[in-house]
């Protein structure tokens, strides 16, 4: 079989889960305007199918996709240059993300650490959804042959198992119809950590507040959460091997890297020998200096809301051009008639 060359595409998406929190935006929003600006064809998606994978109030569920869609564009995201939509919209998502729960396998989905994590030791009673969320995200990248994924680290596994998905179809089907997707996870914060806690990722749908820096948080919240972020009592190291076994201060020089756009080595050969007493004031100015401006600009565009409901409307018929015939020729693949 000769190999079907797939033209470059960039797919990602963020659930509206809650607010936007720092690491989504170091992870993942970042790296999203990263490739936009790359001149790939991007498509960035708010997965609201995924969000009720756990209990999301509708009323909620509503007010963050639409600050999602704000946080996306407030960060440098053009409705112009990419296609900004809502999964729910494009329903080949969840088509495909059915005939994939067909080719994906029980023990695939077990071995997720995501879904250990979310569940937690109440797994029996977590939605089949949450279950299967890794079968609709392969949906997500696929239909769209997606051949790069920007994610932060704790999606590598997910991105994994798009593979395998996508191999085992080809396979089961005799064709070379669905691309290899690589995981694009690249800077300094790939994984940004719980401000109280340096072993648990921060996450929007932590239960503290404390554990986060919000992308709505006002200068002085930001600056009261970098000040009682957890540390140890000693300097900071003038070179990375210093961090190792430091997780908090690890995490606190990776988000000073990632925000300024510098290596960990350039900020530690700055900052090696300071105290964090010294080292929290500059990350809190930096933090504020790089934030505020997206918050304020959030903020406007949340004023707007039918304005950003168009934007998604139109984002979503743009997509859904793409994703059709794709739906389509897989259905004539498995064999379903469409008449
Ligand atoms: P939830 O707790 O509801 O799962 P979340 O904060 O993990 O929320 P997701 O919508 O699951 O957010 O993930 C969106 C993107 O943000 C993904 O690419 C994910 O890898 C990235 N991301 C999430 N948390 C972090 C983090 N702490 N550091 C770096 N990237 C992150
Ligand atoms: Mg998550």
Redesign the pocket.
Known sequence: MTEVVHTPRVF????P??GL?L??Y???IKRFVDMQESGIETLYCM?DLHAITVWQDPADLRHNTRELAAGYIAAGLDPAKSILFNQSQVSAHAELGWIFNCVARMGWMKRMTQFKD?AGKNAENASLGLFGYPALMAADILIYHSTHV??????KQHLELTRDVAAKFNHDFGVDFFPMTEPVIEGA?????SLRDGSK??????PSDASRINMTDDAETIAKKIRKAKTDPDALPSEVKGLEDRPEARNLVNIFAALNDQSVDAVLSDVGGKQFSEFKPMLVDLAVEKLSPISTEMARLMNDPAEIDRILGDGSARARKIANPILEKTYDIVGMIRS
């Open positions: 990602s998406g963020i659930q889960s809650g929190t690491g989504n170091l992870g993942a997965v979310k920007p994610v932060g680290e704790d999606q914060a790939t994984r940004v950590m990722k921060m996450s929007k749908s932590d």
